[in-house]
């Protein structure tokens, strides 16, 4: 897993409340990244990073936001939690690959379950 | 709108078989084009990728076709085996990485 973990695992919430994902990361990876993965949509970007206090959004950022205060960390809030936010969440990394091309490497996954 | 398109959703093969996943794209800017494997409750893992100045990259049992006037690229498994069955999705991305679009996924199952 590139030395990426991610919590909680699993987290049910209720409609409106906040909710953080963390993502860690031990190997000094410069560029992390977030993606939410639903039945019929493979996986989407919602927002990255590419340093501390750098972050810029992705595909579907509506309604998260980020934070990136250490190099190691990455964390994913839900301001307020909504049912079309249940889904699985992965964290990604970036890692120069082979020919100068990024590899993204993605961490096991958050299963949120938004009631 | 989805900028890769994945087919088939699902696929069945006999083990030994050959398993195709195709993906077309619109984008011509996209530059990178990587595969993922996902085991259940696991994260996608890249498989292999290929860039468009190469038509075809093979690793052990898995190829890549690439071909860039028709925007498509498939994913070969040849031999398959039970051990292979996941989920693939197909990936493309420009420049930098930071707008990686996917595929919705293809479930293989290799029958025994």
């Known amino acids: 897993d590139a030395g990426i973990t991610q919590s909680p695992r699993h987290k049910v919430t209720e409609t409106g409340t906040p909710v953080t994902l963390r993502c860690h990361q031990t190997?000094?990876?410069?560029?992390m990244y977030w993606y939410r993965q639903d039945p019929g949509h493979g996986l989407r970007l919602i927002h990255y990073?590419?340093?501390?206090?750098?972050?810029d959004k992705g595909e579907v950022s509506d309604g998260y936001s980020v934070s990136r205060s250490k190099t190691e960390d990455f964390l994913l809030t839900l301001e307020s939690a909504t049912s079309s936010q249940t889904s699985v969440y992965f964290c990604?990394?970036?890692?120069?690959?082979?020919?100068?091309?990024?590899?993204?490497?993605f961490g096991p996954g958050t299963r949120l379950t938004v009631l | 709108q989805q900028q890769v398109k994945q087919s088939p959703q699902s696929l069945i093969v006999q083990k030994g078989g050959i398993s195709i996943i195709n993906c077309a794209y619109e984008?011509?800017?996209?530059?990178?084009f990587p595969w993922y494997q996902q085991f259940p409750g696991k994260g996608p893992a890249l498989l292999i990728a290929?860039?468009?100045?190469?038509s075809e990259k093979k690793e052990g049992r898995f190829t890549i076709s690439f071909n860039k006037s028709a925007k498509q690229f498939s994913l070969h498994i040849m031999d398959s085996q039970p051990g292979d069955s996941a989920t693939y999705f197909c990936?493309?991305?420009?420049?930098?990485?930071?707008?990686?679009?996917f595929g919705a996924g293809t479930r293989l199952t290799v029958k025994p």
């Open positions: 990604a990394i970036s890692e120069m690959g082979s020919g100068g091309t990024d590899t993204q490497y």
């Open positions: 190997e000094n990876h410069r560029y």
């Open positions: 990073s590419y340093g501390v206090k750098d972050t």
């Open positions: 984008n011509t800017a996209f530059d990178y």
């Open positions: 290929i860039r468009p100045d190469v």
């Open positions: 990936a493309a991305s420009r420049g930098n990485n930071n707008d990686m679009r």
